[in-house]
Protein backbone atom coordinates (compact mmCIF):
# COMPACT_ATOMS: atom_id res chain seq x y z
CA UNK A 1 0.00 0.00 0.00
CA UNK A 2 1.37 3.40 -1.02
CA UNK A 3 0.14 6.94 -2.11
CA UNK A 4 -2.03 9.49 -0.33
CA UNK A 5 -5.29 8.26 -1.70
CA UNK A 6 -4.56 4.53 -0.22
CA UNK A 7 -2.83 5.63 3.26
CA UNK A 8 -6.34 8.04 3.78
CA UNK A 9 -8.15 4.29 4.00
CA UNK A 10 -5.64 2.74 6.32
CA UNK A 11 -8.25 3.16 9.47
CA UNK A 12 -11.52 2.62 7.58
CA UNK A 13 -13.39 -0.18 9.04
CA UNK A 14 -16.25 -0.42 6.58
CA UNK A 15 -17.65 -3.61 6.07
CA UNK A 16 -16.23 -5.05 9.23
CA UNK A 17 -18.18 -6.31 12.00
CA UNK A 18 -17.41 -5.98 16.24
CA UNK A 19 -18.30 -7.49 19.06
CA UNK A 20 -18.11 -4.81 22.20
CA UNK A 21 -18.39 -6.76 25.54
CA UNK A 22 -19.27 -4.30 28.28
CA UNK A 23 -20.40 -1.67 26.00
CA UNK A 24 -23.26 0.18 26.89
CA UNK A 25 -21.01 2.72 29.49
CA UNK A 26 -17.66 3.88 30.18
CA UNK A 27 -15.01 2.62 28.16
CA UNK A 28 -16.67 -0.27 26.36
CA UNK A 29 -19.47 2.68 24.76
CA UNK A 30 -16.35 4.91 23.73
CA UNK A 31 -14.74 2.21 21.67
CA UNK A 32 -18.06 0.78 20.44
CA UNK A 33 -18.49 4.40 19.33
CA UNK A 34 -15.28 4.73 18.30
CA UNK A 35 -15.38 1.61 15.68
CA UNK A 36 -18.98 2.30 14.36
CA UNK A 37 -17.81 6.13 13.44
CA UNK A 38 -14.78 4.31 11.48
CA UNK A 39 -17.18 2.07 9.39
CA UNK A 40 -18.14 -0.77 11.90
CA UNK A 41 -21.40 -2.55 12.65
CA UNK A 42 -21.24 -3.09 16.41
CA UNK A 43 -22.59 -5.77 18.48
CA UNK A 44 -22.77 -4.56 22.00
CA UNK A 45 -22.88 -7.56 24.56
CA UNK A 46 -24.21 -6.66 28.44
CA UNK A 47 -24.57 -8.92 31.55
CA UNK A 48 -27.61 -6.57 32.07
CA UNK A 49 -27.29 -2.94 31.31
CA UNK A 50 -29.92 -3.74 28.08
CA UNK A 51 -31.45 -0.52 28.41
CA UNK A 52 -28.01 1.63 28.03
CA UNK A 53 -26.70 -0.96 25.58
CA UNK A 54 -29.98 -0.13 23.66
CA UNK A 55 -29.58 3.40 23.73
CA UNK A 56 -26.47 3.52 22.40
CA UNK A 57 -26.91 0.77 19.63
CA UNK A 58 -29.99 3.45 18.63
CA UNK A 59 -27.10 6.30 18.18
CA UNK A 60 -24.79 4.02 15.77
CA UNK A 61 -28.00 3.07 13.92
CA UNK A 62 -28.53 6.98 13.42
CA UNK A 63 -25.02 6.78 11.91
CA UNK A 64 -26.02 4.53 9.48
CA UNK A 65 -24.37 1.30 11.14
CA UNK A 66 -25.59 -1.80 11.95
CA UNK A 67 -25.79 -2.52 15.61
CA UNK A 68 -26.84 -5.36 17.85
CA UNK A 69 -27.87 -5.89 21.40
CA UNK A 70 -27.03 -9.22 22.91
CA UNK A 71 -27.80 -9.83 26.47
CA UNK A 72 -25.10 -12.31 27.86
CA UNK A 73 -22.37 -13.36 30.76
CA UNK A 74 -19.11 -13.60 29.48
CA UNK A 75 -17.92 -16.30 32.29
CA UNK A 76 -20.45 -18.40 31.18
CA UNK A 77 -19.22 -20.70 28.43
CA UNK A 78 -22.88 -21.18 26.95
CA UNK A 79 -23.49 -17.37 26.83
CA UNK A 80 -20.47 -16.94 24.98
CA UNK A 81 -20.87 -19.50 22.06
CA UNK A 82 -24.63 -18.01 22.18
CA UNK A 83 -23.25 -14.51 21.45
CA UNK A 84 -20.80 -15.72 18.81
CA UNK A 85 -23.14 -17.68 16.84
CA UNK A 86 -26.04 -15.08 17.14
CA UNK A 87 -23.59 -12.63 15.98
CA UNK A 88 -22.46 -14.92 12.74
CA UNK A 89 -25.90 -16.02 12.16
CA UNK A 90 -26.80 -12.03 12.04
CA UNK A 91 -23.83 -10.71 9.73
CA UNK A 92 -22.00 -13.43 8.90
CA UNK A 93 -19.21 -12.59 10.08
CA UNK A 94 -17.23 -11.30 13.25
CA UNK A 95 -14.00 -9.18 11.96
CA UNK A 96 -13.36 -7.57 15.56
CA UNK A 97 -13.89 -8.31 19.02
CA UNK A 98 -13.11 -5.95 22.34
CA UNK A 99 -13.12 -8.08 24.89
CA UNK A 100 -14.14 -4.89 27.75
CA UNK A 101 -16.14 -6.25 30.34
CA UNK A 102 -14.47 -6.45 33.97
CA UNK A 103 -15.14 -5.96 37.63
CA UNK A 104 -13.42 -4.60 40.72
CA UNK A 105 -13.86 -5.62 43.75
CA UNK A 106 -11.10 -3.96 46.17
CA UNK A 107 -10.42 -6.17 49.17
CA UNK A 108 -7.25 -6.36 51.10
CA UNK A 109 -5.44 -9.54 50.49
CA UNK A 110 -5.86 -11.24 53.95
CA UNK A 111 -9.79 -10.25 54.17
CA UNK A 112 -10.55 -11.49 50.34
CA UNK A 113 -12.84 -13.92 50.36
CA UNK A 114 -12.11 -16.81 48.38
CA UNK A 115 -15.69 -16.04 46.22
CA UNK A 116 -14.73 -12.34 45.32
CA UNK A 117 -11.30 -13.75 44.24
CA UNK A 118 -13.01 -16.15 41.67
CA UNK A 119 -15.56 -13.65 40.96
CA UNK A 120 -13.22 -11.47 39.59
CA UNK A 121 -11.06 -14.48 37.43
CA UNK A 122 -14.24 -15.29 36.14
CA UNK A 123 -15.13 -12.46 34.83
CA UNK A 124 -11.86 -10.46 33.88
CA UNK A 125 -9.91 -13.35 32.88
CA UNK A 126 -12.37 -16.33 32.03
CA UNK A 127 -13.95 -13.94 30.24
CA UNK A 128 -11.76 -13.20 28.06
CA UNK A 129 -10.81 -16.70 27.32
CA UNK A 130 -14.39 -18.13 26.59
CA UNK A 131 -14.80 -15.09 24.39
CA UNK A 132 -11.24 -15.05 22.51
CA UNK A 133 -12.17 -18.77 22.26
CA UNK A 134 -15.91 -18.32 20.73
CA UNK A 135 -15.08 -15.60 18.35
CA UNK A 136 -11.76 -16.75 17.68
CA UNK A 137 -13.34 -20.31 16.12
CA UNK A 138 -15.21 -18.09 13.54
CA UNK A 139 -12.19 -16.26 13.22
CA UNK A 140 -10.14 -19.19 12.46
CA UNK A 141 -13.11 -20.48 9.57
CA UNK A 142 -12.37 -17.10 7.73
CA UNK A 143 -9.06 -16.41 8.22
CA UNK A 144 -9.10 -13.03 9.74
CA UNK A 145 -9.66 -11.38 12.79
CA UNK A 146 -8.52 -8.47 15.36
CA UNK A 147 -9.25 -9.22 19.22
CA UNK A 148 -8.54 -6.34 21.70
CA UNK A 149 -8.17 -7.18 25.07
CA UNK A 150 -8.60 -4.30 27.75
CA UNK A 151 -5.96 -5.09 30.12
CA UNK A 152 -4.36 -2.22 32.12
CA UNK A 153 -1.88 -1.08 33.72
CA UNK A 154 -2.85 -2.57 36.69
CA UNK A 155 -1.19 -5.72 35.21
CA UNK A 156 2.18 -4.19 35.03
CA UNK A 157 2.29 -2.40 38.33
CA UNK A 158 0.42 -2.37 42.22
CA UNK A 159 -1.86 0.12 42.38
CA UNK A 160 -1.95 2.25 45.42
CA UNK A 161 -3.26 2.98 47.95
CA UNK A 162 -6.11 1.24 46.99
CA UNK A 163 -5.73 -2.98 47.64
CA UNK A 164 -7.17 -4.87 44.75
CA UNK A 165 -5.04 -8.27 44.35
CA UNK A 166 -7.41 -10.13 42.68
CA UNK A 167 -7.56 -7.51 39.92
CA UNK A 168 -4.36 -6.70 39.28
CA UNK A 169 -3.44 -10.40 38.92
CA UNK A 170 -6.28 -10.79 36.45
CA UNK A 171 -5.30 -8.51 34.34
CA UNK A 172 -1.72 -9.75 34.08
CA UNK A 173 -3.28 -13.13 33.04
CA UNK A 174 -5.34 -10.75 30.39
CA UNK A 175 -1.87 -9.65 29.05
CA UNK A 176 -0.15 -12.94 28.89
CA UNK A 177 -3.21 -14.73 27.28
CA UNK A 178 -2.85 -11.92 24.71
CA UNK A 179 0.60 -13.21 23.83
CA UNK A 180 -0.70 -16.40 23.58
CA UNK A 181 -3.05 -16.25 21.58
CA UNK A 182 -1.56 -13.77 19.29
CA UNK A 183 1.44 -16.54 18.53
CA UNK A 184 -1.20 -19.59 18.39
CA UNK A 185 -3.27 -17.82 16.10
CA UNK A 186 -1.14 -15.63 14.05
CA UNK A 187 -1.05 -18.83 10.95
CA UNK A 188 -5.07 -17.93 10.83
CA UNK A 189 -4.17 -14.45 10.06
CA UNK A 190 -5.66 -13.28 13.42
CA UNK A 191 -4.36 -10.66 15.47
CA UNK A 192 -4.27 -10.46 19.06
CA UNK A 193 -3.39 -7.03 21.19
CA UNK A 194 -4.13 -5.31 24.32
CA UNK A 195 -4.87 -1.88 25.71
CA UNK A 196 -3.57 -1.38 29.52
CA UNK A 197 -5.01 2.14 30.42
CA UNK A 198 -4.02 3.89 33.39
CA UNK A 199 -6.61 6.07 35.36
CA UNK A 200 -9.28 6.76 33.20
CA UNK A 201 -12.52 9.09 34.08
CA UNK A 202 -15.51 6.76 34.13
CA UNK A 203 -18.72 5.90 35.88
CA UNK A 204 -16.69 4.19 38.71
CA UNK A 205 -13.73 6.55 39.08
CA UNK A 206 -16.40 9.84 39.18
CA UNK A 207 -17.53 7.78 42.37
CA UNK A 208 -13.98 7.55 43.75
CA UNK A 209 -13.13 11.17 42.88
CA UNK A 210 -16.64 12.06 44.87
CA UNK A 211 -15.59 9.82 47.64
CA UNK A 212 -11.74 10.22 48.07
CA UNK A 213 -11.15 13.55 45.96
CA UNK A 214 -7.52 13.71 47.69
CA UNK A 215 -6.84 10.19 46.01
CA UNK A 216 -7.70 11.30 42.82
CA UNK A 217 -6.09 14.58 42.73
CA UNK A 218 -3.08 14.28 44.40
CA UNK A 219 -2.30 10.43 43.63
CA UNK A 220 -3.39 9.27 40.61
CA UNK A 221 -2.76 12.80 38.90
CA UNK A 222 0.50 13.62 39.78
CA UNK A 223 1.49 10.04 39.70
CA UNK A 224 1.38 10.49 35.92
CA UNK A 225 3.96 12.61 33.92
CA UNK A 226 1.20 14.51 32.19
CA UNK A 227 -0.23 15.25 35.53
CA UNK A 228 -3.91 14.13 34.94
CA UNK A 229 -6.13 11.49 34.56
CA UNK A 230 -7.48 10.57 31.42
CA UNK A 231 -10.69 10.21 29.23
CA UNK A 232 -12.57 7.50 27.35
CA UNK A 233 -12.29 8.93 24.37
CA UNK A 234 -8.09 8.81 24.48
CA UNK A 235 -8.97 5.20 24.23
CA UNK A 236 -10.62 5.31 21.01
CA UNK A 237 -7.29 5.75 18.76
CA UNK A 238 -5.74 3.00 19.43
CA UNK A 239 -8.44 0.33 19.55
CA UNK A 240 -9.04 1.80 15.91
CA UNK A 241 -5.59 1.76 14.99
CA UNK A 242 -5.91 -2.39 16.39
CA UNK A 243 -8.76 -3.07 14.67
CA UNK A 244 -7.95 -1.72 11.28
CA UNK A 245 -5.19 -2.53 8.44
CA UNK A 246 -2.98 -0.21 9.69
CA UNK A 247 -1.87 -2.34 12.19
CA UNK A 248 -1.51 -4.95 9.93
CA UNK A 249 2.00 -6.04 11.72
CA UNK A 250 1.71 -5.89 14.31
CA UNK A 251 0.53 -8.64 17.22
CA UNK A 252 0.81 -9.68 21.06
CA UNK A 253 1.43 -5.68 22.02
CA UNK A 254 0.29 -4.82 25.18
CA UNK A 255 -0.24 -0.72 24.61
CA UNK A 256 -0.04 0.88 27.13
CA UNK A 257 -2.33 4.27 27.85
CA UNK A 258 -1.22 5.99 31.25
CA UNK A 259 -0.64 9.85 30.86
CA UNK A 260 3.15 8.08 31.73
CA UNK A 261 2.42 6.97 34.91
CA UNK A 262 4.08 3.65 34.11
CA UNK A 263 7.44 5.70 33.37
CA UNK A 264 8.24 6.31 37.03
Known amino acids: MSGVANYSKIFNLEGRTAIVTGGSRGIGLALAEGLAAHGADVAIVVKSTVDRAETAAQAIRAAGRRALVIKADVSSEQDVARMADEVTAQWGRIDILVNNAGIVLPARAEDCALDTWRQTMAVNL ?122 SFTTGEIITIDGGLTLR
Open 126 to 247: DGVFLASQAVGRQMIRQKSGSIINIGSMSGRIVNWPFRHAAYNVSKAGVHMLTKCLATEWAEFNIRVNALAPGYVRTELTGEVLREHPDVVNNVWAKGAVQNRIGSVEELVGATVYLASDAA
